[in-house]
């Protein structure tokens, strides 16, 4: 049958959910033992891995509220103020600082401990240095691991430890709590600490210098005789007095906020100097620098008019106009201060945002601290003048009673505030709150036994079958019929595996003789039949050449098997062996090779001598005979196409095997006077690519090509659409149920 079809080496890539399960049958075997090794492994080690213990310590982090820094000493000021927000405190947590104070405070558990056992972080190696305790920095490092997470849109973290001992796993969890909670807490203090250790400074300097007034005072009435002062001279006093207690408070006030700005700008300096530098010029700006010197002027004008008048009514109207204007004034500054903040804040990296908006706020708070000292500065040193102009028996008497005064009311200020500091100080609770403390797990928490065997069993038969898919994927052998029909290649048949093969075992290479109810005899008798109706229509194929595309593809095998289930159907058959290059057929019926075909040839040999008979009745067949220095010379003469003339006289078909078609020319000019050809090929050993091009050959000129046959192919290996001609092929042989050759 000849096969001319243009797409006959097309390949047909699509795959079917049978091919698929084909290829999974096909390898089997190693997957199988791939899965295992997997499930083999996760066992093994779900059995020998240590019970793990978790203990979690959950904490609530408030905002903090506001403090003394955010509190002026002239409430005034309270617009400039802003609450203090948490600063990325995941990060404090992970902190080598937090880490290192719970490595502290665990060892120190560990030396009062009497269960040792419980410490296996701190412990080095219990079997190589009993006691032996790992360094702080060690330690430290070992609780990087611990991990920190936030519980999303809550201020709720959660600290979890994992250990060997469940007591170590809630020591470590409930330390890094407290730790965390002391540090926060000497955090929130600390910024209270230095407002109260400077007002307890300017506590102590007032009282000094208060009571260094008092003592001038008292000496100088004693000396002079003067006790009391004109009503003029009081009141002038009593207004002097007020505006430089006022400007000494305000004082104070720009040098705590002096200390805060400086400790934000050194912070934010680290992280973004060239932020620092822009928000101080923007602070010093004109144009707010004169807002702020305009309201301080104000503010001071107001509280002049509020301390001359006396007339309840008019001092009302005057309040109501001031606050009128300073209203105006803050609402500008305000204004502009929301545009530049929108832009700085926009341009500022989202983890100094925090710390950007506190620089800027304290920034224009000293900005507006500064103007109004000045402005209080001009007022004390107005009434310093005035004070001159008193007669002179009572200028230092009006001196010394307005110091009194004016120290008499900053200490009371500075007083109240430091009370309230150390109040504050010591009231400060922390924006942190543990929740739940660690307790002691009951049962580990890991490792999941069960679930690590059923990974190891689904990463095991993931593996297994990712391997078929890879050994498939480089795999370019024939491997089914469809792999041959799919090349639009005919395929005559396909044998399967014959016992005994694999182990050169010459006795069942003729199975057909030797098991005629074996399924690969029946595959061949299925060759026979399909060969004797492939040519309908021209004259019945008689001279029949069997060929491979390479060696090793049992296609003697195939040759003497053929001829043989030809010859038990009564017909008068003849093996040629013309493979000259490495002949075989004379070794399967335990002959010698000589005489043969090139004898008789060279006439070292008649017709009747080279013919020999075979166990088989109606089965002869020719060795090769001498191998002649030109092996395709002798197959392409006259005397080889006149000797396979003579031979169809004499018998109904003839076999001839012959060389491989690619490696050698012979088989291909044998092709051109045989009636038919045959391809044997061998699954999961030929590939695509030799296929093609022996198919190529036989297709040239005379094409005489019948078809490809399969050869080993294996039924069971995978391909359960073919089992059943296996199971149909069987026969039950010496009383057993079945007899079935290895397909």
């Known amino acids: 049958m000849n096969n001319n079809n243009s797409n006959v080496y097309s390949h047909q890539e699509v795959n079917t959910l049978r091919d698929y399960l084909n290829l999974v049958r096909l390898n089997f075997v190693p997957i199988i033992i791939i899965t295992l090794t997997g499930l083999l492994v996760a066992v093994v080690y779900a059995l020998n891995a240590p019970d793990i213990y978790k203990s979690t310590t959950v904490l609530k982090i408030s905002k903090p509220s506001g403090n003394i820094l955010e509190s002026p000493l002239v409430p005034e000021f309270q617009d400039f103020g802003s609450d203090r927000f948490i600063a ?61 997470d936030q519980k999303r849109g809550l201020d709720i973290v959660e600290i979890s430890v994992e250990s060997q001992s469940p007591i170590e796993a809630a020591l470590i969890a409930n330390s890094y709590a407290r730790a ?7 955090y929130n203090r600390q910024q209270l600490t230095m407002v109260k250790d400077f007002l307890a400074q300017q506590r102590e300097e007032k009282l000094n210098e208060l009571s260094a007034v008092e003592d001038a005072l008292l000496s100088y009435q004693e000396q002079k005789g003067i006790v009391e002062l004109p009503e003029q001279a009081k009141t002038l006093i009593a ?13 104070i006030d720009l040098t705590i906020t002096e200390k805060t700005l400086n400790q934000y700008k050194t912070e934010l300096g680290k992280q973004d100097p060239e932020i620092k530098d822009y ?37 009302n109207e005057l309040i109501k106009e001031y606050d009128t204007k300073i209203g105006d004034l803050r609402a500008k500054l305000n204004s502009q201060l929301s545009v530049y903040r929108a832009g700085i804040l926009a341009s500022s990296p989202e983890e100094i945002k925090e710390l950007t908006k506190k620089v800027l706020e304290e920034e224009v708070k000293y900005q507006a601290f500064l103007a109004s000292y000045r402005k209080l500065e001009e007022i004390v040193r107005d009434y310093d003048r005035r004070l001159t102009k008193l007669p002179t028996s009572t200028i230092d008497l009006a001196r010394l009673k307005r110091e009194q005064s004016a120290y008499e009311k900053l200490y009371t200020q500075v007083e109240e505030r430091y009370q309230e500091a150390i109040i504050n100080e010591q009231s400060v609770p922390g924006n942190v709150l543990i929740v739940d403390e660690g307790l002691i797990p009951k049962s580990p928490s890991k490792p999941n036994r069960l679930l690590i065997v059923i990974i190891g069993l689904v990463l095991g038969g993931g593996l ?77 194929l008689k001279l029949i050449l069997i060929t491979s595309p390479t060696s090793q593809e049992g296609k003697t095998t195939t040759s003497i098997n053929l001829a043989g289930s030809i010859a038990q159907a009564n017909f008068r058959t003849i093996i040629i062996d013309a493979d000259l290059r490495k002949p075989r057929v004379h070794s399967i019926f335990n002959q010698k090779r000589f005489p043969g075909f090139t004898d008789y040839f060279f006439g070292q040999a008649s017709f009747t001598e080279i013919v020999r008979p075979t166990q088989v ?25 006149a000797f396979f003339e003579k031979l169809k006289d004499q018998y109904d078909y003839i076999i001839v095997d012959s060389p491989p078609i690619i490696p050698v020319t012979d088989s291909e000019i044998l092709a051109q006077l045989v009636d038919g050809t045959i391809l044997v090929v061998t699954a999961n050993y030929t590939e ?21 046959l399969l050869n080993r192919f294996s039924y069971r290996s995978g391909y359960s659409s073919y089992y059943k001609y296996y199971y149909y092929y069987s026969r039950p042989t010496n009383g057993s149920k079945k007899s079935r050759i290895k397909a």
């Open 688 to 708: 695509n690519d030799l296929l093609e091009k022996a198919v190529e050959i036989l297709q040239r000129d005379k094409s005489t090509f019948l078809g490809v």
């Open 279 to 315: 928000i101080e010029s923007f602070a010093t700006e004109p144009y707010i620098k004169n807002l702020q010197a305009q309201i301080a002027d104000l503010k001071t004008q107001k509280d002049r008019a509020m301390s001359i008048s006396a007339n309840t009514q008019r001092k």
């Open 180 to 186: 965390y909670k002391e540090i926060n807490l000497g």
């Open 88 to 148: 990325n405190e995941i990060e404090i947590l992970k902190s080598y600082r937090l880490r290192e104070k719970v490595s502290n405070a665990l060892i120190d558990s560990f030396t009062i401990s009497n269960n040792k056992r419980n410490f296996s972080l701190i412990i080095q190696d219990e079997e190589k240095y009993p006691n032996k305790l790992r360094s702080i920095d060690a330690i430290t490092k070992l609780l990087s691991g611990v991990s920190i």
């Open 617 to 641: 009745n109606n089965l002869f067949y020719v060795s090769s005979g001498t191998i002649p220095p030109n092996p395709s010379e002798i197959l392409g003469s006259a005397q080889m196409e």
């Open 464 to 540: 297994g079958i990712a391997f078929a898919f890879v050994r498939n994927h480089f795999d370019n052998t024939i491997k089914t019929p469809e792999d041959v029909s799919n090349k639009n290649i005919n395929i005559l048949a396909w044998i399967p595996n014959i016992d005994g093969m694999d182990n050169s075992n010459k006795e069942f290479e003729f199975i057909v003789a030797k098991k005629p109810d074996a399924s690969a005899s029946e595959a061949y008798r299925a060759v026979r039949t399909r060969i004797k109706f492939s040519k309908i229509d021209k004259e019945s």
């Open 239 to 251: 207004q002097s007095s007020d505006f430089e207690a006022k400007m000494n408070a305000t004082k």
